[in-house]
């Protein structure tokens, strides 16, 4: 697939008439090793014991948010100057769930019997370090991460100011964050498993030792908006840490766009383990046209949103199958 340099008015092009059955296989390129390989790497990579923990706009200013992450009850909220923290959410008084209680002047009001908690601690009540990154909400668990703590955590680099879009969507699974993770090194899968997304996927660079940056994963693709038009792009995938895969476009349509995959282990449950999929998509373009689309951002988000959904439905499905395939011996080769 050639990309046009020329700047057009409109993005879409129209693909080549192909059928499912007939796009080239991909299954030789799809090496288990390449992406066995890229997943090791990834894996020792370090987090400094940070993990997503939500979108920053679902931590609002009037009500607590909790979730467990890595089998540690979380609460979170927002003080007084709007700053995220976050907390064991059980109370320190009788153990209630901190996260039905409310939010008054920044303090966090336990339901139960009104004992009012702020970042400040409280006996046999620690708040954990957090990290508002602007789109992403994240929590420093070193108790569960069991890393060299770090201060800050490994933050992708996003398309910068008023110009972009976000929108960040979280859906979960019964597997362990390295299967969301080996899925998403895999875009091999791309034009194959979501043709409803995805035309001619092709890989162009593959990661290789002897290369200066061995993480280089490139492919070509174009996004399927309607019946045989699409976007064409280039983009690059790499993992800044763990258990995050980010895909950046690094020619096209939305250059400097990104997607961050985030995998977020939650807990243990009956043996298995479960994990949700936390993927920001930062959106950018020069295209005039783009500047509309932000003013329509509330119209444009549950759309990107939409689209994040169906695709992880797929390979979430796939990210359960393979972490049941390896835990039960039966994982091919
Ligand atoms: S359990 Fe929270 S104040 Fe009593
Ligand atoms: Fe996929």
Request: hydrophobic residues 40%; proline residues 10%.
């Amino acid at each position: 697939m050639e990309l046009d340099p020329r700047p057009r008015r409109l993005p879409l092009r129209r693909l080549p008439a192909t059928t499912w059955q007939r796009q080239r296989p991909t299954w030789r390129e799809a090496a288990p090793g390449v992406i066995e390989a890229a997943l090791k790497r990834a894996l020792a990579r370090p987090s400094g014991n940070w993990f997503v923990l939500a979108a920053s706009r679902e931590v609002r200013r009037d009500r607590p948010f909790g979730r467990v992450v890595a089998g540690t009850e979380i609460v979170a909220w927002r003080d007084a100057e709007g700053a995220l923290r976050a907390a064991p959410g059980a109370c320190p008084h009788l153990g209630a769930p901190l996260c039905r209680g409310a939010v008054a002047d920044g303090r966090l009001v336990c339901r139960w019997h009104g004992l009012a908690l702020d970042g400040g601690g409280f006996p046999g009540w620690t708040p954990f370090p957090a990290h508002d990154d602007g789109v992403l909400a994240w929590v420093r668990l070193d108790g569960a991460g069991g890393e060299e703590p770090l201060p800050r955590p490994v933050v992708p680099e996003r398309p910068r100011g008023a110009g972009a879009i976000a929108a960040v969507e979280s859906l979960a699974g019964r597997c362990a964050p390295e299967d969301v993770v080996a899925n998403r090194l895999d875009p091999w899968h791309g034009s194959w498993f979501h043709p409803y997304s995805f035309v001619g996927l092709r890989v162009t660079e593959i990661p290789s030792g002897a290369d200066p940056d061995p993480d280089r994963l490139v492919a070509e693709v174009a996004f399927k908006v309607a019946g045989r038009w699409g976007v064409p792009v280039r983009a690059a995938f790499e993992c800044p840490d763990p258990r995050t895969v980010v895909m950046r476009i690094i020619e096209g349509e939305g250059r400097g766009s990104v997607v961050e995959t985030h995998a977020t282990p939650l807990g243990v449950r009956g043996g298995v383990p479960s994990t949700a999929v936390i993927e920001a998509a930062v959106a950018a373009s020069d295209r005039p046209g783009f500047a509309l689309a932000r003013r329509a951002a509330p119209v444009v988000r549950p759309l990107m949103r939409a689209a994040a959904r169906r695709l992880w439905r797929d390979d979430l499905a796939y990210a359960e199958r393979r972490y049941l395939l390896r835990t039960t011996g039966r994982w091919p080769g």
